[in-house]
């Protein structure tokens, strides 16, 4: 199984200030035929379900303020919050569609400082 | 609008069973790949089992293989979950979702929760 490593599991963000997470696979999830990333990051406000973000590393979703940004490749992810709203405050998943089982990080929670 | 509607959460003693179901509206049911996804309490994210649109190929997380089984009717748009042989360790929020090929997961229902407990 692939295993997703998010860092850190927390961290307190002053409003307007940027965030960053930290997804690291145990194995690349790059396929080489189409050059794509199969990776996701999603966002849980509580007791909300998931909300996606972000597909295919860098993709937003429709939708999805451009304030959220992903990058990386092979093994090393990274979600990017540019500007910290008071609305963003969750829980962040990466998680890897590459092959089943897909597996999630086991979560960043973003709270306002 | 696309929904996707649980039920079927409950208690249930270990070693029992439990069917979940999921209704799905504002999309072409049978052209998507569906998947249960479930979240202990306060804990993260854990993938169950997916469904291609057709049904013709399932697929199951280890922790599950043998005791849950993953069936659609398309013609009632709805997404099944029987869950057999329960333990505690399956109590949690069963979420039903909507992948997109070339995407991902992309959109969940509000979850059903099952509570394995004697």
């Known amino acids: 199984d692939i295993v997703m490593t998010q860092s850190p599991d927390s961290l307190a963000v002053s409003l307007g200030e940027r965030v960053t997470i930290n997804c690291k696979s145990s194995?690349?999830?790059?396929?080489?035929?189409?050059?794509?990333?199969?990776l996701a990051w999603y966002q849980q406000r509580p007791g909300q379900p998931p909300n996606l973000l972000i597909y295919?590393?860098?993709t937003r979703e429709s939708g999805v303020p451009d304030r959220f940004s992903g990058s990386g490749s092979g093994t090393d992810f990274t979600l990017t919050i540019s500007s910290l709203q008071a609305e963003d405050v969750a829980v962040y998943y990466c998680?890897?569609?590459?092959?089943?089982?897909?597996?999630f990080g086991q979560g960043t929670k973003v709270e306002i400082k | 609008e696309v929904q996707l509607v649980e039920s079927g959460g409950g208690l249930v003693q270990p070693g029992g069973s439990l069917r979940l179901s999921c209704a799905a509206s504002?999309?072409?049911?049978?052209?998507?790949?569906m998947t249960w996804v479930r979240q202990a309490p306060g804990k993260g994210l854990e993938w169950v089992s997916s469904?291609?649109?057709?049904?013709?190929?399932?697929y199951y997380a280890d922790s599950v293989k043998g005791r849950f089984t993953i069936t659609r009717d398309n013609s009632k748009n709805t997404l099944f979950l029987q869950m057999n042989s329960l333990r505690a360790e399956d109590t949690a929020l069963y979420y039903c979702?909507?992948?997109?090929?070339?995407?991902?997961?992309?959109?969940w229902g509000q979850g059903t929760l099952v509570t394995v407990s004697s």
């Open positions: 504002g999309f072409t049911f049978s052209s998507y790949t």
């Open positions: 469904i291609t649109g057709s049904g013709g190929n399932t």
């Open positions: 194995q690349s999830v790059l396929y080489s035929s189409n050059n794509k990333n199969y």
């Open positions: 998680q890897q569609y590459y092959g089943t089982p897909w597996t």
């Open positions: 979702a909507r992948y997109i090929m070339g995407s991902t997961i992309d959109f």
């Open positions: 295919l590393a860098s």
